[in-house]
């Protein structure tokens, strides 16, 4: 079992470049999750997903945020113009047998 | 709304001694409860998880905790903790019928040799 891969591990880019995160989730699992983790904020839900289909997207800060899933084995994260406040760690996670697993994240510096 | 609350920010311990780890929640039903840990780098692993049936439910690494209705409570215990079990500790609540997890704000555990 391959776990919830993401990448890039690590991303630092200047403000106001786009920025693409990427998510594998483990294979079966229907629902899929984008967290955000910071020391002020804690871990924040952005977006969920289930059968692909975005269920609740309350949590995405502002427009510039964005998230896809095409298809079962993919989903993706974008934040175009990014910002120094988005700085943080994004985490993805994906269900299906009534627990989340969680990928190792990507760490995100904006400058 | 449904919250979780981790009224400790920061738990010192020394190794061998037991541990609790403090979890309440408000929500109007069962709900399904979970305890996640994340060490530095990395993501939130499952420790343990309540569904419903007997309320002392065991998890990985020695740990346990169990359910209170009456409190509305879920307390994470090990008995004799391990120096590597300093990390971060998360309570979260799904509420039936809704894919929605909600996390609290995390214990940080730290353990003196």
């Known amino acids: 079992d391959a776990g919830v891969i993401q990448s890039p591990r690590h991303e630092v880019t200047e403000m106001g470049q786009e920025v693409t995160l990427r998510c594998k989730p483990i294979s079966g699992h229907n629902s899929l999750f984008w967290y955000r983790q910071t020391m002020m904020r804690g871990l924040e839900l952005l977006i969920y997903f289930n059968n692909n289909v975005p269920i609740d997207d309350s949590g995405m800060p502002e427009d510039r945020f964005s998230a896809k899933m095409p298809n079962a084995s993919f989903s993706t994260l974008k934040i175009q113009p990014s910002e120094p406040r988005d700085s943080a760690v994004y985490f993805c996670?994906?269900?299906?047998?009534?627990?989340?697993?969680f990928g190792d994240g990507t760490r995100l510096s904006i400058l | 709304a449904q919250s979780v609350t981790q009224p400790d920010i920061h738990i010192t311990v020394s190794e061998g001694a037991s541990l609790e780890l403090r979890c309440n929640y408000s929500y109007g039903a069962t709900p399904y409860l979970f305890w996640y840990v994340q060490s530095p780098g990395q993501g939130l692993q499952l420790l343990l998880k309540?569904?419903?049936?007997?309320?002392l439910v065991q998890g990985i690494k020695g740990f346990e905790a169990e359910f209170k209705r009456s409190q509305s409570s879920f307390n994470l215990r090990k008995p004799s903790v391990h120096w590597s079990d300093a990390a971060e500790y998360f309570c979260?609540?799904?509420?039936?019928?809704?894919?929605?997890?909600?996390f609290g704000t995390g214990t940080r555990l730290k353990v003196l040799a």
């Open positions: 979260a609540v799904r509420t039936s019928g809704t894919y929605k997890y909600i």
């Open positions: 996670a994906s269900s299906g047998e009534g627990f989340q697993h």
């Open positions: 309540y569904f419903s049936g007997d309320t």
